[in-house]
T-cell receptor, first 115, second 113 residues
Framework: EAQVTQNPRYLITVTGKKLTVTCSQN?????MSWYRQDPGLGLRQIYY???????DKGDVPEGYKVSRKEKRNFPLILESPSPNQTSLYFC??????????????FGEGSRLTVL | GQQLNQSPQSMFIQEGEDVSMNCTSS?????WLWYKQEPGEGPVLLIA???AGELTSNGRLTAQFGITRKDSFLNISASIPSDVGIYFC?????????????WGLGTSLAVNP
């Protein structure tokens, strides 16, 4: 089954404790992206990757890091989480071909709470 | 960042009614997309539009790419309870390279059985 898998789905942590949210896709997609969703603010892009070893900032990259060492994986790293990073996070991927980068497949989301 | 103007913000309708929602922008886009998000899940692509004036259907859903390339609408006919969710529009500026989509804030739809 074609899917984007995120882990963990739920996490409560404390300020400053480094954490990683993993994302893996099994569709051989070139393009991957991270979004955060907050009430009243919609979906905001954090980082995206057009292919292996190619990453770029989205609209709200501060406080986050990403890496793309393999095509299927795109982890989101919070080096020193703060309460304003409490949010619902989504990983998404697409083929990256002619029209494909808009046709995103989303994971089920990771709800993060930073105390 | 740039955002699309999506309206209405929320809708509460009776089962069987038709629904219409739209997105507008002051900028021109080459791609318009509509996604649906159900509670506890990630958004799912409903319809993708790539040509100005294009009208595309997916079951009871119909979407159009505005002729000015600055807007799009989504219609749902004969709504049913499983239509409940948040509907998002998204638009891409660069044909063939929509690396950064612009998103609307969503239309929350509730359907009374």
């Amino acid at each position: 089954e074609a899917q984007v898998t995120q882990n963990p789905r739920y996490l409560i942590t404390v300020t400053g404790k480094k954490l990683t949210v993993t994302c893996s896709q099994n569709m051989n997609h070139e393009y991957m992206s991270w979004y955060r969703q907050d009430p009243g603010l919609g979906l905001r892009q954090i980082y995206y990757s057009m292919n292996v070893e190619v990453t770029d900032k989205g609209d709200v990259p501060e406080g986050y890091k990403v890496s793309r060492k393999e095509k299927r994986n795109f982890p989101l790293i919070l080096e020193s989480p703060s309460p304003n990073q409490t949010s619902l996070y989504f990983c998404a991927s697409s083929t990256g071909l002619m029209h494909g980068t808009g046709e995103l497949f989303f994971g089920e989301g990771s709800r993060l709470t930073v105390l | 960042g740039q955002q699309l103007n999506q309206s209405p913000q929320s809708m509460f309708i009776q089962e069987g009614e038709d629904v219409s929602m739209n997105c507008t922008s002051s900028s021109i886009f080459n791609t318009w997309l509509w996604y649906k998000q159900e509670p506890g899940e990630g958004p799912v692509l409903l319809i993708a539009l790539y040509k100005a004036g294009e009208l595309t259907s997916n079951g009871r859903l119909t979407a159009q790419f505005g002729i000015t390339r600055k807007d799009s609408f989504l219609n749902i006919s004969a709504s049913i309870p499983s239509d409940v969710g948040i509907y998002f529009c998204a638009a891409g500026a660069n044909a063939g390279n929509n690396r950064k989509l612009i998103w609307g804030l969503g239309t929350s739809l509730a359907v009374n059985p």
